[in-house]
């Protein structure tokens, strides 16, 4: 199946600080990915749909400018937390969709757990 | 709009009883439906999931659901629990075939196993 990754794994940052995550496709190009976010013991919510060559689509309620997207290539969306806060630790999950067996399936990435103090 | 619901956010078996996690879905249009598990700190890991044709779905690890359009529903079902199935389970929801659609999860259900 496909893969996607996610750099780095774990991060830890000072407040006021602004933290990148990547989020690759590995083996298929992805003109659409999405960011979700997860805080503890919760459901994945969908934060924002990250298009190449285009301007991402932000789910209602969060601050586009504090998480920055950028789908810089076929196989690379970022996500930039600027300015980071504690409120801001979570767990942060992407995906990229595929079509696999005449349907569309969504492949994760393994998340990146965002610490900030 | 879509959206799921998952009854019970914490279901305790016993090693070798039934699994049984609840699942029901909203959609205004055909849906994909899916189960992913969770294990801690890691990302998400696909079950199973229904697209079209048969509405009886076998997964990995012994997990299968059944699409009930009629009850709107995706029970996720396995015959004989094992304490490695202990984890957290979210069923998600897509538009079937809708390009740049994403999941929309619901609130998961925590699985313990005892022995």
């Known amino acids: 199946g496909a893969v996607v990754s996610q750099h780095p794994s774990w991060v830890i940052c000072k407040s006021g600080t602004s933290v990148k995550i990547e989020c690759r496709s590995l083996?298929?190009?992805?003109?659409?990915m999405f960011w979700y976010r997860q805080f503890p013991k919760q459901s994945l919510m969908l934060m924002a749909t990250s298009n190449e060559g285009s301007k991402a689509t932000y789910e209602q309620g969060v601050e586009k400018d504090k998480f920055l997207i950028n789908h810089a290539s076929l196989t690379l969306s970022t996500l930039t937390v600027t300015s980071a806060h504690p409120e801001d630790s979570s767990f942060y999950i992407c995906s990229a969709p595929v079509f696999s067996g005449g349907a569309r399936e969504q492949f994760f990435g393994p998340g990146t757990r965002l610490t900030v103090l | 709009a879509q959206s799921v619901t998952q009854l019970g956010s914490h279901v305790s078996v016993s090693e070798g009883a039934l699994v049984l996690l609840r699942c029901n879905y909203s959609s205004s249009v055909p849906p994909y439906l899916f189960w992913y598990v969770q294990y801690p700190n890691q990302g998400l890991q696909l079950l199973l999931k229904?697209?079209?044709?048969?509405?009886l779905v076998k997964g990995i690890n012994g997990f299968e659901a059944e699409f009930k359009k009629s009850e709107t529903s995706f029970h996720l079902t396995k015959p004989s629990a094992h304490m490695s199935d202990a984890a957290e389970y979210f069923c998600a929801v897509s538009a079937a075939n809708q390009a740049g659609t994403a999941l929309i999860f619901g609130k998961g259900t925590t699985l313990s196993v005892s022995s």
């Open positions: 229904y697209t079209t044709g048969a509405t």
């Open positions: 083996d298929f190009q992805a003109t659409t």
